[in-house]
């Protein structure tokens, strides 16, 4: 009977009716009804018990195999559970270990992946300071030496941090269908996905705002040592400074933003929804050819004029540019579904 496999159920796990009542945000004297059959879960009670047990409503309903409700409640369980997942017959099931290890592989890969970019931007800054050291004469070779032996080890850098970026996204290519494809999670999954993403989302408020903070506060060095004319040698460091403040928000962003991320995928919220994946498949051609574009532009205009101190300002204009067209092609991509 449902009261029978409600206590059974909650002695698996090892909750006391006071746990389980916490967890379904009501008194532990329904509880304690609901397993001596004195009432029943309504229907939101046993939706959220099933998903607790990791049951299928069936099998909390069904007594001795055979139905003990009507059609009609059957009906009305189907249909709530479809517009709480959307579409969920026709969706790609994730269970709650697959579920598990995604968020962990996540956390560490990402990790890595931050280590890596926030390295790309802070390799220019090799060629800078080698460049500066040669002109005070710490170091004993002409400027020129000094900036061919800066470009070496630029591309060590940049090697080195492609390799993590292609041995990291290997391991996560297997969750692509995540932020691609329609997902189903099992009973389970989007609690703990809830819960982790409630978790995190004060430290996720921070690092937005610190890296902000950093990206803004990066132009004052530059600014500073051009206003108060200190020289070409100062503003070389100041702009090795500029690099240093715009790694470390870039670093947050990535590392935060690919940690929150990955609860948003497993809830299909934010850049997530379901329209969001549909309208994705038109526009992820778009993003690729820009980026490739704009860091096409920024290795040209860094080679041939040498002027790396300088040429930082594609990127913030490129994002402007690239938030302001990709809203327009986004909206008239939404707008071309609906029809």
Request: proline share 3%; net charge negative.
């Amino acid at each position: 009977m449902l009261s029978e496999k409600i206590a059974a159920l909650r002695r698996k796990r090892g909750w006391s009716q006071e746990e389980l009542a916490e967890k379904l945000g009501i008194s532990r004297q329904s509880v304690s009804k609901w397993e001596s059959g004195v009432s029943v879960p309504d229907l939101d009670r046993i939706i959220r018990l099933s998903s607790l047990f990791e049951v299928s409503t069936d099998y909390l309903l069904k007594e001795d195999d055979e139905v003990c409700f009507d059609q009609t409640v059957s009906a009305e369980i189907d249909r709530r559970l479809e517009t709480e997942t959307g579409s969920w017959k026709q969706g790609r099931r994730v269970s709650l270990e697959e579920a598990t290890v995604f968020l962990e592989e996540n956390k560490l890969l990402t990790g890595r992946i931050a280590f890596g970019v926030a390295a790309c931007i802070l390799s220019p800054t090799v060629i800078i300071l080698m460049r500066a050291f040669a002109e005070r004469q710490w170091i004993k070779m002409t400027a020129d030496m000094a900036e061919v032996l800066g470009f070496v080890i630029l591309l060590l850098i940049v090697a080195s941090a492609v390799s993590v970026f292609v041995l990291n996204g290997i391991r996560l290519s297997g969750y692509e269908y995540l932020e691609k494809e329609i997902i189903v999670p099992d009973p389970g999954v989007q609690e703990m996905a809830k819960k982790g993403k409630n978790e995190y989302e004060p430290v996720f408020r921070v690092s937005i705002t610190v890296g902000v903070a950093l990206c803004i506060l990066s132009i004052i060095p530059p600014v500073l040592a051009e206003a108060l004319g200190a020289g070409p040698e100062a503003e070389d460091f100041a702009a090795a400074f500029l690099f240093v403040f715009v790694a470390c928000g870039v670093w947050l962003f990535v590392r935060s933003g690919c940690i929150y991320g990955s609860f948003q995928k497993l809830l299909q919220e934010g850049d997530y929804t379901v329209e969001k994946k549909q309208t994705d498949k038109v526009l992820g051609v778009f993003q690729g050819a820009y980026w490739c574009m704009v860091t096409a532009l920024y290795l040209y205009i860094s080679f041939t004029r040498g002027n790396w101190d300088r040429s930082w300002w594609i990127w913030p204009v490129a994002g402007v540019l690239f938030a302001a067209v990709f809203g327009i092609l986004e909206m008239m991509v939404k707008k071309k579904h609906k029809e």
